[in-house]
């Protein structure tokens, strides 16, 4: 692996099923913890037994990760249950996991060997995301979803999507984010365009991040030999106003982080206007032949200049088709929630009956 410090990291994960910035961070903070981090990723069977139903497949989950800018490998069909064994077969000195539960079918701690042998890391768990809640705002079919989170219509779906007969667990709920420019500098590369560098300008929502933008940004990265790639972020309005029905899903400061997670992505602009005019050409130094716009942009000035280009990404799936997905299996996903739940609550109330939670757990718990 060409490591020549002997600190060997291993963030061995649920699942990261429908990957977010939320996992994202989690991997930024794993990776900073060592040298080198191997991501354990499950396949549909394991999850499926676990926890129920994935939204992505096990395929679609692996290339995901990969293309997270924090990780240096992957293991395919990792082990629900890490243990020893796991992380000597992978030369890692200890495992990271968020600080919240993970729970095997049976109700037991999934980590429990390794955290008897101190082999075990936790990060912070962040704030505002979860696959529960945006599975919740696909369904929520309104168009302030992500933006009005004390809306009557979006306190119910999370009633709906996370609450057990018992109450709220306190690894498990709903939380507005709150975005931070610390948060936007722990992401962002901090490298500028050096000489040589071709400036390749792409713009969109990228929206629920997901297996096709990765393939297209990793298209469109192989088009130059030293690309430095600018993704386009349009504001919430507008992506409103040419997709209609409730997207965006995610906020423009969501779709900011999930964007500069990607390995592909060197920069972003954050509400991109959605016709690329000679300013931005301009600011960016963008010279032909290497732009790539989405076809439905505007792009008189880019043509004009001879510096447009149309990519197809050959892959063909769409947010969209994401949402049809969680909209065909919703009571599958609810049953799933609701499942997880009502397992960590008999964990929590078990926790308190020997006095070994804490004030934050507590707290969360009441909410």
């Not at 696959?131 to 929520?140: I, K, Y």
């Not at 989405?294 to 050959?314: C, I, M, N, Y």
Request: glycine residues 6%.
């Amino acid at each position: 692996r060409g490591v020549t410090s002997s600190k060997l990291t291993l963030s061995s994960v649920l699942s990261y099923d429908m990957v977010h910035y939320g996992h994202s961070n989690q991997l930024r903070q794993a990776k900073a913890m060592g040298d080198y981090l191997v991501v354990g990723v499950h396949t549909d069977a394991e999850i499926s037994r676990h926890k129920g139903p994935p939204v992505f497949t096990q395929a679609e989950r692996y290339k995901m990760v990969r293309a997270i800018k924090w990780v240096d490998e992957i293991v395919e069909g990792a082990p629900y249950v890490t243990t020893l064994q796991t992380l000597d077969q992978f030369n890692c000195d200890f495992c990271v996991h968020g600080d919240d539960i993970t729970l095997t079918v049976d109700g037991e701690d999934t980590y429990a060997e390794v955290k008897r042998e101190q082999r075990y890391r936790e990060c912070k768990r962040t704030q505002g995301v979860s696959t529960t809640d945006l599975v919740g705002r696909m369904l929520l079919m309104t168009k302030t979803h992500h933006s009005n989170m004390d809306n009557p219509d979006y306190l119910q779906h999370t009633d709906n999507f996370g609450k057990g007969p018992k109450g709220h667990s306190p690894w498990t709920g709903v939380s507005q984010f709150l975005q931070t420019s610390q948060k936007i500098i722990q992401f962002a590369s901090g490298k500028e365009p050096q000489a040589g560098d071709t400036i390749i300008y792409v713009a969109g929502a990228f929206d629920l991040f997901h297996i096709g933008h990765v393939d297209f940004l990793e298209k469109v990265y192989n088009q130059a030999e030293k690309p430095y790639v600018i993704v386009g972020l349009h504001f919430d309005q507008e992506v409103n106003r040419y997709k209609g029905k409730n997207y965006p899903i995610m906020n423009v400061h969501e779709r900011t982080l999930s964007v500069l997670a990607c390995r592909y992505v060197s920069e972003v602009v954050i509400g991109a206007p959605y016709a690329v005019g000679r300013d931005l050409l301009d600011h960016f130094k963008v010279s032909p032949p290497e732009e790539l716009l989405p076809q439905r942009s505007h792009s008189a000035e880019p043509k004009k200049r001879g510096v447009f280009r149309t990519l197809d990404s050959d892959n063909g799936l769409t947010t969209d088709d994401i949402v049809q997905r969680i909209i065909e299996n919703r009571l599958l996903f609810e049953a799933r929630n609701q499942k997880k739940e009502a397992k960590e609550m008999a964990v929590f109330e078990a926790m308190k009956r020997r006095g070994e939670t804490t004030e934050d757990a507590a707290k969360l718990a009441s909410q």
